[in-house]
T-cell receptor
Framework: GDSVTQMEGPVTLSEEAFLTINCTYT??????LFWYVQYPGEGLQLLLK?????DKGSNKGFEATYRKETTSFHLEKGSVQVSDSAVYFC????????????FGGGTRVLVKP | NAGVTQTPKFQVLKTGQSMTLQCAQD?????MYWYRQDPGMGLRLIYY???????DKGEVPNGYNVSRLNKREFSLRLESAAPSQTSVYFC???????????FGPGTRLTVT
């Protein structure tokens, strides 16, 4: 079946540090890949996505590149802020009825001033 | 637009009690989903409805039932709650052919 593995947290950083969260996947078909973010007390919201190999998704200073050869979709940000403290989820969807998402376990990121 | 709304926000049940979690969306989306979120396990799909009038099991359907009441509303029912169902429940929706899912704020359920 489909699965997503991402690094366990928590990841604790100082403001302006570089952030990387690793994500690898296995999929039965050709997946689309996503990063969702969950701020404290809120639901998930889409951060970025990529639908084919070598695509780069980007939003709010975050980037991730769809690497088919390594089945990876690592999330990066060059200079984090305190407001980036959240839980980040990598997910995939293999197109079929319902567009079901398969999530990784989530990585909690804490940015300290 | 309110997006996806869920009620209640918090609920405490005793083992064996029943309850229904409500979800509504005002984005005219075809597909709706129920997930549960447990520490370290991400979100797992309980049930989904690809379109009005259809429902299908997800990864963890045991102990739950759903109703797609109309295009806007998708409810999740626990007939006889168990402590293993203590979790945070999220409803989501999308257009079906577009992959982005929009999530509600969640319901935190505790079963004692």
């Amino acid at each position: 079946g489909d699965s997503v593995t991402q690094m366990e947290g928590p990841v604790t950083l100082s403001e302006e540090a570089f952030l990387t969260i690793n994500c690898t996947y296995t999929a039965t078909g050709y997946p689309s890949l996503f990063w969702y973010v969950q701020y404290p007390g809120e639901g998930l919201q889409l951060l970025l996505k990529a639908t084919k190999a070598d695509d780069k998704g980007s939003n709010k200073g975050f980037e991730a590149t769809y690497r088919k050869e390594t089945t990876s979709f690592h999330l990066e940000k060059g200079s984090v802020q305190v407001s980036d403290s959240a839980v980040y989820f990598c997910a995939l969807s293999v197109g079929d009825a319902g567009n079901k998402l398969t999530f990784g376990g989530g990585t909690r990121v804490l940015v300290k001033p | 637009n309110a997006g996806v709304t869920q009620t209640p926000k918090f609920q405490v049940l005793k083992t064996g009690q029943s309850m229904t979690l409500q979800c509504a969306q005002d984005m005219n989306h075809n597909s709706m989903y129920w997930y549960r979120q447990d520490p370290g396990m991400g979100l797992r799909l309980i049930y989904y409805s690809a379109s009005e009038g259809t429902t299908d099991k997800g990864e963890v359907p045991n102990g739950y039932n759903v109703s797609r009441l109309n295009k806007r509303e998708f409810s999740l029912r626990l007939e006889s709650a168990a402590p293993s169902q203590t979790s945070v429940y999220f409803c989501a929706s999308n257009r079906g052919q577009v992959y982005e899912q929009y999530f509600g704020p969640g319901t935190r359920l505790t079963v004692t």
